[in-house]
């Protein structure tokens, strides 16, 4: 059996693959890694069966056929190569001796990727929806006044610098805090940078009102990475209402339906922040009428009242002081001849007690024949108070006799 050497054998193998594929072919597979080296762009293509990978081959385009695929298909080219991205490729095939086999592209199908997402995409609607998860940010209570504002999007993104000097340069005056959380807004990196940056909010939630996810415009493949379940769930949870303005007048993502506005330019969230705001001043300004107005009636109402009362206040105070200028004149009448009549009456009851304390005096009594008998100085009542050979003073009208008791007899 003929031994052949490894460069003899990958020699072989590369003219039966000249032989057999002398004209391009068409490949659909997944973009397992993509590297870039001067304008070359190096591929990783896999086939994958329930995760596990049945198929790999190297692919590469060079730098003159992507520019003119960017000729070609515009700013879709940069869609279409990101990693996780299923694309049918039109290639040459090219086995070398030291470098192996590897598929040089030289046409991409973007239609191709897109149907396959579109699929993709009504599948995760579907599922978001069994999962209650496409109006749950939308049902959050909102805040009186939007005003602190976390900005998710590219530091360098022309959208970002209309949303801040739109919203900053508002003709009513509001102000804003407005803090940007860096992140990228299309390409590989937009899911795991966008993730890390809705978590930074949340762990600071209570600082801000709403959150903002804001880009310029570009193609609809670039859109890819806002169909994410990953992102989209988490936007969905989120606990703070979230606004999408990504730049994309026909193209709704599923971000767009699981956020709790969607609004299609970074400008038009910017009007929609204004406009809350401004519908709020005018309802303060509203109910600032409606209690100038209030108070405006109640001052006229208690106004009117407080005449009213003026005018009785006053009536009654002329005739009250009528009445009692009317009583004092009574009184000044009345006075002198009803004190006539007290002192007179006073007098002749002043006589009475003077007759009857001259009748009830120790000496008119003594006059009547009667004595007073004492005993020590105290007048004696009762004959209890007396016994034998008690000496007692006995007061007449004309003198005072000391006697001595030599009995005592009990009146029958």
């Not at 940010?137 to 993104?157: D, F, G, K, M, Y």
């Not at 339906?257 to 401004?278: G, Q, R, Y």
Request: hydrophobic share 40%; aromatic share 8%; glycine share 6%.
């Amino acid at each position: 059996m003929k031994t052949f050497s490894l460069y003899e054998l990958n020699e072989f193998l590369r003219r039966v693959v000249a032989l057999n594929f002398n004209e391009a072919v068409w490949v659909t597979a997944e973009i397992g890694q993509i590297n870039q080296s001067r304008g070359h762009y190096y591929i990783r293509l896999l086939e994958k069966e329930e995760d596990d990978i049945i198929a790999e081959m190297s692919a590469v385009i060079w730098q003159t056929d992507f520019r003119r695929l960017q000729r070609s298909l515009g700013k879709a080219t940069e869609g279409v190569f990101v990693e996780g991205m299923e694309v049918r490729l039109k290639g040459r095939l090219d086995f070398h001796e030291r470098y192996g086999l590897k598929l040089i592209v030289e046409e991409i199908d973007p239609t191709y990727t897109v149907g396959k997402l579109e699929i993709q995409k009504r599948h995760l609607i579907m599922t978001l929806q069994s999962e209650g998860l496409i109006e749950r940010n939308a049902a959050l209570p909102t805040p009186s006044v939007w005003q602190r504002i976390a900005v998710i999007s590219s530091e360098t993104a022309a959208g970002w610098a209309d949303f801040r000097n739109h919203i900053s340069s508002n003709a009513y005056g509001f102000c804003y805090h407005v803090q940007l959380f860096p992140s990228a807004m299309q390409g590989q990196f937009l899911e795991k940078e966008m993730l890390q940056q809705l978590e930074n909010i949340k762990q600071q939630k209570d600082r801000f009102d709403c959150v903002v996810i804001i880009r310029g415009g570009g193609a609809k493949l670039d859109l890819v990475a806002f169909d994410t379940p990953s992102v989209c769930r988490a936007v969905a949870t989120f606990p703070l209402p979230v606004l999408t303005g990504i730049g994309h007048e026909i193209d709704i993502t599923v971000l767009d339906m699981v956020a709790f506005a969607s609004l299609k330019t970074p400008t038009a969230v910017a009007d929609f922040l204004i406009e809350k705001n401004l519908i709020y001043e005018s309802s303060l300004i509203e109910i600032g009428r409606t209690l100038t107005q209030f108070v405006q009636n109640r001052l006229y109402t208690e106004g009117a009242v407080l005449s009213q009362l003026n005018q009785i206040v006053q009536l009654q105070t002329t005739y009250l002081f009528k009445t009692q200028v009317q009583k004092l004149t009574y009184f000044d009448d009345e006075l002198p001849k009803l004190a006539q009549k007290l002192i007179k009456r006073q007098s002749k009851d002043l006589d009475n007690l003077s007759e009857l304390i001259d009748l009830m005096s120790v000496e008119s009594i003594l006059k009547r024949g009667f004595s007073v008998t004492r005993k020590n100085g105290q007048i004696v009542q009762n004959i209890n108070e007396l016994k034998p050979d008690d000496v007692v003073e006995t007061q007449l009208i004309d003198g005072i006799v000391s006697s001595q008791i030599i009995s005592k007899s009990y009146k029958l």
